[in-house]
């Protein structure tokens, strides 16, 4: 499947005839390397642009941080933007930053560990770019946690908010902290904020 878009038209949904399968999506995702690509549980793609310098240090970051602590924790493994899960309501999601448990990961076929896999991370983090609608990222928080993720951080830098969502929680809100603890399955994990602020 080929399409051409411009990126100054980002984000953009595109809705086909029929939703992708898990492969087909998996194709058109490494076709078209230079963005993000989602889909939602009714089959549509949600097209994001890239991040840019800014965006992409404070991503960075975020995953160094997380990864440093996954592997003293031993308990799991961290990921980037570019590894997608599968969720149970059908959408395909790629956060900025997840941690899996080693249970979860152990769990999977070779195959899927290759793939977008059919798993949910116990903690997201997302960060909102330049381009990003506040709403939409605090939407998708929400859909984290309906489809089982523990912890889910929303950091938005314009505001220097970090958002926490966990289930049948309202979202806990740090205006302006100088770090932010984990809880949960990532006690223990601490992110200094002032790296991230942009």
């Known amino acids: 499947m080929n399409v051409a878009l411009d990126v100054r038209a980002l984000p ?30 009714n089959g ?31 308990r799991g493994k961290s990921f980037g933007s570019n590894g997608g899960f599968t ?19 152990k769990a999977l076929a070779p195959r899927e560990q290759e793939r977008f896999g059919h798993v949910v ?12 609608r506040l ?18 951080w929303l950091i938005d830098p314009k505001r220097k908010v970090v958002e926490i969502y966990r289930a049948g929680e309202p979202a806990e809100i740090h205006q302006n902290p100088t770090s932010v603890q984990g809880t949960g399955p990532v006690r223990g994990f601490e992110l200094v904020m002032d790296r991230i602020w942009f």
């Open 12 to 41: 953009a949904r595109l809705r086909f005839e029929r939703p992708m399968t898990d492969d087909e999506l998996f194709r058109f995702c490494a076709k078209n390397e230079m963005l993000r690509v989602e889909r939602d549980s």
């Open 121 to 132: 991370p116990e903690f997201v983090i997302e960060l909102r770019s330049k381009s990003d």
């Open 87 to 105: 969720l149970p309501d059908g959408s395909m999601r790629s956060p900025d930053a997840a941690w899996l448990s080693l249970q979860r990961w």
């Open 44 to 74: 549509e793609l949600i097209l994001m642009s890239p991040s840019g310098l800014k965006g992409d240090d404070a991503n960075v970051e975020i995953i160094t941080e997380l990864r440093i602590w996954a592997r003293k924790d031993a």
């Open 135 to 152: 709403t939409e990222l605090q939407k998708k928080m929400r859909i984290w946690i309906a489809n089982g993720v523990e912890v889910a």
